[in-house]
């Protein structure tokens, strides 16, 4: 159908109409009676998501952006970093801290292994100590979700602070900054928030701006923004239609309940993998309720899966994600953070189906979708 | 009128319609098929707009973010930098060279003062030469649009790389980069670009690509974002709905034609100081055709200019600025960069000129639109 889209990616992510109507208002200026109310009442939602009631910073910027100011806030020659990774945005971590002069011990995992705390006590142990853990929540390149709180528990155990990128789990997972001890907590727009991307958050802790290297960024400055934060004011001309979109679109996930939405992306990430399954294909991505937002699939034996996403925007308007890295061409990603609900994962599926069959794979034909609403059907909880 | 809104600041900018219509379509991946001929058409009209053959860089960010990429990638510890400042935003170049570790000389002139091209010949003379100069074309906290030609000549007669922040004078005053030979010319989306704040952009030389110190940021490094721009791709996921909506406005801005647009707004900046002059105001920005972005008007005797905006705020919905710094309650202004039209002058003109009247300022009455309407009607280049 000529020019209909459907965006099925890790982000970004599908923004829901009310917020894309909040876009096209007329501009407002950002330090006037217009947008104070609304900046308020954003900064306080986010700190909601967050579940946290230290300052939530807003930069405007890619996600990237977030996390070098995490890097050039908390790292300066000689600081020692220990960076867990398993695949490409814990590989970020790595070299946002190195640019800034750490000394940098990488804990890496394969792509799609799920860190494990033990590993991290016992490095930290070895190593007595670090001044920061860099961890990565959702790793989007490979679909993993890691189990946050007890790797935070061991760093903080060891007297590290504890700097995470949620930019694809914040919203969509259930994540507790103050709780679980998080010093800095970065995300974005473009995810679970079902905004644009634009606009870039850091929760900080206390203890992270207690120890905060000053005087490395003039934009990324912690103490800058949230001092022109406090008095809602903003240090730099901010991305005003997005903070507007963004407000409008904290207001329907706090509506709809955080608790409500994360139920809601475990059913998504069952229903997606039910349906894979049912068809015969291997998930790439942990069989886990913690792999709510990305699913990475096997491309089936014979199909290199940069063709099956290609042949899915080509025929269909649908965009999913080919594999990141060394994963590229093996594994494709389905998306399901936001704004989702369980017919987008049985479109995203039988249209999967559809073009793996014409590619000759050896699937089963009929079944993914009945699989996934049948998932989808049973609450997460009992 | 209840909801009415007027946006007469230096920045934001109102945002035309179709713009602002381009910002509500649904979001697209930054590496699909449907961004891609989007982004590069952008990139062209950027490089057509700043009137050079070299690469724009595009940073998902304010304004400063790009002056920070001039930093960072152009300052190290022991860089000599000469920054000329005659305002707030002169001031933000010495402080972020500085951040970046330069030898800062500050060549500072009173606010409202336009900087001599012979004085920076006579510095660069005393210092023997620079590494790099920074110039402020347009200074929008005193309405004061520089000389940048011979400016930026004496720089490079000198063997000085030339930063400039245009950032509320590209597409709305003569620039030519190549021609004039700067190296980092910054700008933002926010102004005479006529769409909403968050992209943020700087256009690099070769020579400035190649004294380039690496390393030294992960977000903001040139060559990331140039490697990146080289492939249709964008380094992080860039603030797609922002350079959908830029498209639209830039070909809004190449369809009137540079010229065309330079010339209305010459033609708007005389409209404005002759109306303000007409009612008796006296000027603070210089009475001059090359302030046509911006005009600072001094509040009269007895009336402090906070007090001026925010009695059209309130009772008009009309936003304009208060002055900055050390011009604060002092200066008024009124921006006219981007999409405007003389009728956005006499209106605000008429608004100012009703409230001067109710605070019992001695002002003329009922001649300021007439001057105005008057002023704009002339051709602006014989």
Redesign the interface.
Known sequence: MAGR?Y?F?P?????PPQV??A????????R???FRPVYERCLARLREVCRTDSDVLL???????A??SV?VNLCAEGTRAIVVSAGNFGQ?WE??AA?HGAEVEAMRYEWGESPRPDDLAARLAELGGADVVFLTHSETSTGVVADLQPLAAAAKEAGALVAVDAVSSLGAVPLETDAWGLDALVS?S?KALMT???LALCAVSPQALAARKP??????DWERTQKAQAKLDA????????IVALDVALGLLLDEGLEAVFERHVRLGRACRAGAKAMGLELFSPDDDRSAVVTAIRSPDGVESGAVVSAL??RFGM?IADGQGPLKGKVFRIGHIGWFDVFDITTVLAAVELVLAEFGADIERGTAVTAALEAFEHAAVA
């Open positions: 889209r965006l990616t982000g970004p992510t599908p923004v894309l109507a876009l096209a208002e007329p501009v407002i200026h950002h006037g009676a217009d930069f405007t910027g890619s996600g990237t952006a996390m070098e890097g970020r070299q946002i640019v974005g473009q644009p991307p634009g005087g490395r960024s003039f934009y990324l240090a730099f001309t901010p991305a005003t239609s997005l925007r080509e965009t």
